[in-house]
């Protein structure tokens, strides 16, 4: 109980200075971001999801905007319109340069640096249900195992069924996984690993091996 809190304590402490310390020395890449999208699309820099956090709290999920803006939006599927991402958004995707605006909710206490997937609000009968509703029991992460898998592999497939089918059970799974390994050292394994997956692609076969691994121990458990 006295390590769970201390690790609770140390973990929160983290993303506050590290959250703080990325907003303020990233900031010419923000700029950076808010240009390109400007010029690529002219419309709203931030995309605001709307996600389901810890003890099942909805939150607003911050995102630099990286697809055309279009009348009609509808986030029920898995998988984003790949048609309406403008080159630039890809960059973004690419890079996840989109992602840095979650910083925001790191230092507000909506996420943490690493942890489960943040579920989406209109997918939490499929991201929540049964034995992978003990993933909101934690904070979400900016990154984590199953972001990593979704990252590395996940994000090739851009076919709704073929995703549900080949990618978003081991997802699930992923998250369960770090509820059980999640500790200091598994969590800056895992910023460790998204440096990597970002700026050395041939380190990613080996990285996704791993996770591949423990999701398959997470099954296992449960057969």
Do not use: C
């Not at 998204?194 to 121990?217: F, P």
Request: proline residues 5%.
């Amino acid at each position: 109980m006295k390590a769970d809190l201390a690790y609770r304590f140390l973990k929160r402490l983290f993303d506050l200075a590290a959250s703080g310390a990325a907003l303020v020395l990233l900031l010419p890449l923000w700029l950076v971001a808010i240009l390109g999208i400007e010029l690529s699309d002219p419309g709203p820099v931030f995309y605001m999801a709307d996600r389901v956090g810890k003890d099942d709290r909805h939150f607003k999920m911050f995102k630099f905007r990286s697809m055309r803006v279009a009348k009609d939006e509808d986030e029920r599927s898995l998988r984003p319109n790949y048609s309406r991402i403008f080159p630039f958004g890809g960059f973004m995707r690419d890079t996840k340069i989109d992602e840095l605006p979650q910083l925001l909710n790191i230092f507000l206490g909506d996420m943490s640096i690493i942890g489960p997937r943040p579920a989406s609000a209109d997918q939490v009968s499929i991201t929540r249900a049964g034995k992978y509703a003990a993933a909101s029991s934690v904070q979400p992460g900016l990154s984590g195992p199953s972001a990593l898998y979704d990252y590395i592999y996940g994000d090739d497939i851009t076919d709704e069924e073929t995703y549900e089918k080949l990618v978003l059970p081991t997802r699930l799974n992923l998250d369960l996984y770090y509820l059980k390994a999640r500790s200091i050292g598994y969590d800056l394994k895992m910023i460790w690993w998204t440096l990597l997956s970002i700026l050395a692609h041939g380190k990613r076969e080996a990285i996704l091996q791993e996770l591949i691994a423990s999701a398959a121990s997470v099954e296992e458990e449960g057969t």
